[in-house]
């Protein structure tokens, strides 16, 4: 993978999981009527999708990649 295409994949992971926040949250809330560990689950997953996104823009920042 060149420095390129990591920069490329990255800004897509960042804005996809910032484009997809509320609707995340929206639907996490949908499958807690039915399963409440599978949206907690699903939750922790949004979480660590959050935090891969935050690395990923300070990185970006830095220019690093």
Known sequence: MTKEQYQQW???????VEAS???????AKMVDQ?????????????????ELSTHLQKSLDKGEG
Do not use: P, T
């Open 21 to 27: 926040k509320e609707e995340s949250e929206a639907f």
């Open 10 to 16: 990255a800004m897509a992971v960042v804005m996809q």
């Open 34 to 50: 039915h399963d409440k560990g599978a949206a907690a689950m699903l939750r922790k997953l949004n979480k660590q999708a959050e």
